[in-house]
């Protein structure tokens, strides 16, 4: 699979001229950005949504892009692709001569459909108050939509509330959340209704108004957490039923629902506490396939694959022996096998999984596989690596196609890093791995300054996949050496080592932090290890934190981007409590302080002595940006060089193309002021 994710550079290189140069932000910022693949019934079409970046708006816009897979050397078109008009999530029609997708023509959110052939668009759904997205029956004559309204709303029209017009601005509460990621709550809940696709002006029908919650959930979920019968006559559906406990719940339920809305839905997963999710029905109408985790409160607890038989409701766990968490769904159009991705040891593969024996077989190797489209014929899939951004791929029986270079040309001219695994012995002799990242334009023999990056979940990877937000290539690109390590915590490694970090945030992983380090110093000669910089966002971020404290005199300077600083404070103030609370063992702080205490870089100021430039957002309620100001105030106060940036229109993530750009100049300033 290595040649595959190198033939955008070779194809880049193919073009460039003879002196290559080094990848920036701005080349990173600009960059097409595939995805939400469909293929055509009959296999022969491939049509994606793809992002274009509008510098100007700040902000990304997106067109229809489609490519015939029946003509080997097949060039991509557009399919529909009007200035200033979004249109996204493309689905086909049963007969595949038809495109649904949904747009935002003139402001409005709308249903509308295209020939794949071309030619103009036409509107069927046009709801007043918009709506989030949209999924077709199999039939391809009615749609699944989903819009953010008031809980048990009889139809999809938005209700008339009459304002006081003596009335203040301020909100009321009385009960969690008051607010969620990056939205303070409203009273709406994100629900569903079925729409006949016949002509405008039909009515919504509400297939999930008893229940009080949001489905698809928020504020990540989308239409995989939702799925059609192969019959068209239920809908299933994950949702969390809120009550007056939702930010200490993860136990999102399976649903079923008459699409004709003539029924209350049926919880089909009652029996397990833990979260249950992605439910995708079989194509001939006799399984349904979903991933349940098995503990209560722990958002980052193994997924795995459950079969429920529809006709009878037996259920089968069929990855329980298989030591990886299933990140998404699809079956085969004959229903004989599933495809699933999950992490595995830095890498992001496809495998099969055979519903009678539960059998797992990996498909392919290197790279982050973001999404699996299966045809009669094989897989259409989409990945990404450490040196490329998504394209599209063929897997036809063990071999695989490249089909498409959507970045060629605007990579051309620019030479990427090189990218080497490492493992060694960490924290409780067990085996860790890590990455280095070479400059392209490093000399032989010459020494490169160490951006030291900590990845954030804390269950997460430094993985070989892209990233818009931390791009391991654009800080190569402007001359540093970088290195990972998937400390006690990372997943892709099997459950154990998942949950090694609880009630343990500042121990293990700061042990394979050290012992990483010093391995990557001592393998890679083009390491300099004595001239090195720290980085880190949300758990690596408060990684920043413990180590100002922890490991004083190692970095020359660090980077704290929406860190933990004080967690006593973060108890009460994030909004998702059971993250929290079960990272420091599962009680509230007034129950066991000492449990967080324990690692609180708070605690440790007085030993604080590297420069850190501290980033955070007004919009983050994940780690509120009050944990930033702290941090920066205790930095202040101790007179340590330091600098505050902060954003007033991002979330816990930096996402406008400016920011982003803005970001990366303030963080590699930074670092080369400390580098040289």
Known sequence: MKHLLL????????????????????????????????????????????????????????????????????????????????????????????????????????????????????????????????????????????????????????????????????????????????????????????????????????????????????????????????????????LREAGRTEPLSTNLDIFAAPADGSAAPVNLTADNDGMDNLPTASPDGKWLAYFAMKRPTYEADRQVLMLRNLATGEVRALTEAWDRSVASIAWAPDSRTIYVTAQDTQEEPIFSVDPTSGKVTRLTQEGAVSAVVPTKSGLVFSMNSLTGPDDFYRLTGKKTERLTSVNAAKLAGIDLPKVERFSFKGANNDTVWGYAVRPASLAEGKKAPIAFIVHGGPQGSSNNSWSYRWNPAVFAGAGYAVVSVDFHGSTGYGQAFSDAIRNNWGGWPLEDLQKGLKAATDKFAYLDADNACALGASYGGYMMNWIEGQWPDRFKCIVQHDGVFDARAMAYETEELWFDEWEHGGKAYYEDPGAFEKWNPVNHVTAWKTPQLVITSEKDFRIPYTQGLAAFTALQRREIPSKLLIFPDENHWVLKPKNSMQWYGEVLGWLGKYTK
Request: proline residues 6%; charged residues 25%; without cysteine.
């Open 7 to 238: 033939a955008g550079a070779a194809l880049a290189s193919a073009a460039a001229p003879a002196l290559a140069r080094d990848l920036t932000i701005q080349d990173v910022a600009t960059l097409s950005r595939v995805g939400a693949p469909a293929v055509s019934p009959d296999g022969k079409w491939l049509v994606w949504q793809q992002r274009e970046t509008d510098l100007a708006a700040n902000r990304g816009r997106y067109d229809l892009w489609r490519l015939d897979l029946s003509k080997k050397g097949a060039l991509p078109e557009k399919l529909v692709a009007e200035a200033d008009v979004n249109e996204t999530g493309p689905q086909f029609s049963a007969d595949g001569a038809t495109v649904f997708f949904q747009s935002d023509k003139g402001g409005v959110d709308s249903i509308q459909s295209v020939a794949i052939t071309g030619g103009a668009a036409r509107a069927w759904f046009t709801p007043k108050g918009g709506f989030s997205g949209v999924k077709l029956s199999p039939d391809g004559t009615r749609a699944l939509v989903w819009a953010d309204r008031k809980p048990g709303a009889p139809t999809i029209e938005p209700a008339m509330e009459k304002k006081d017009p003596n009335a203040g601005s301020g909100r009321t509460f009385d009960k969690m959340f008051v607010r969620h990621w990056d939205t303070w709550a409203n009273g709406e809940r994100s629900q569903l209704f079925v729409v006949p696709l016949r002509q405008e002006g039909v009515t919504a029908v509400p297939i999930a108004a008893s229940l009080d919650g949001d489905t698809p959930s928020k504020p990540f979920g989308g239409g995989e957490e939702l799925s059609w019968s192969a019959d068209g006559k239920t809908v299933y559906f994950a």
